[in-house]
């Protein structure tokens, strides 16, 4: 098992991020290139100031009708996404692991609020999975890979909540933390979960089309 453990964390991490950065760089320039042969039009009207402003009001919790809308959806997409983004990087687990093998340090979120924002993901996965499944509209457009996506999500941060509380057998709890970790940094190019990517993007060309070519807001 310690084996293992020194593979993930020296030539497995190499490789997960090698596909990960590899991936999504290829992702970024193919679909630019794309938007230009095809498109060119989303290029010739980006307007920054646009951009940056529905990137900005799409940001912000029930700034939009749509949100209003949908409160309980909205509420926790947003916990989700935060939870998803915040715990990983700003750790302090993760961050030891930078300082010692790159001198990297992020500032670290206290070890109880790291559990909350685990839990706020682990229910946010719950609950997509069951509207997948009971909402009608949601699950006609619903294919067997988003629940396996969703399971991606979910398993990372379920392994390392175990591993950090020591629950069950500890080294088997962090290396399936690790190894599902991995395999979602490595799928994350390659599928939908791309939109972590691309949604800056989509919103920049939206809130450009709306605001310098229909005058108007796009919220």
């Known amino acids: 098992m310690h084996n293992v453990y020194t593979f ?19 992702r970024l320039v193919s679909i630019t290139f794309l938007a230009k042969s095809r498109d060119e039009v989303v290029l010739r009207y980006f307007n920054l100031k646009f951009a ?26 947003f916990c989700f996404h ?4 915040i715990t990983p990087i700003f750790l302090s687990a993760h961050n030891i ?8 340090y992020f500032i ?7 559990d909350i924002l685990t839990v706020f993901v682990l229910c946010s996965c719950i609950f997509f ?9 949601v699950r006609f457009v619903t294919s067997f890979t ?3 996506l969703i399971l991606l999500v979910f398993l990372p941060f379920l392994f390392g909540f175990l591993a950090y509380h020591q629950w069950f057998n500890y080294p088997l709890m962090l290396i399936l933390h690790i190894l599902f970790g991995e395999i979602l940094l490595i799928v994350i190019p390659f599928t939908r979960l791309v939109h972590m990517i691309f949604a800056p993007l989509v919103r920049a060309y939206t809130g450009s089309e709306f605001g310098g070519v229909r005058h108007a807001k796009d919220w």
Request: hydrophobic residues 50%; positive net charge; proline residues 4%.
């Open 8 to 26: 993930l964390l020296g030539p497995g991490a190499w490789i997960t991020w090698g596909i990960f950065l590899g991936g999504s760089i290829y």
């Open 52 to 77: 940056l402003r529905s990137i900005l009001h799409w940001s912000i919790p029930f700034g939009t009708t749509n949100m209003r809308r949908h409160w309980i959806m909205t509420f926790i997409s």
């Open 82 to 85: 935060i939870g998803v983004i």
């Open 97 to 104: 692991l930078l300082k010692e093998y790159f001198n990297v």
């Open 108 to 114: 670290t979120i206290p070890n109880w609020v790291a």
């Open 129 to 137: 999975v069951l509207r997948k499944i009971f909402v009608r509209e």
């Open 146 to 148: 988003d629940y396996v």
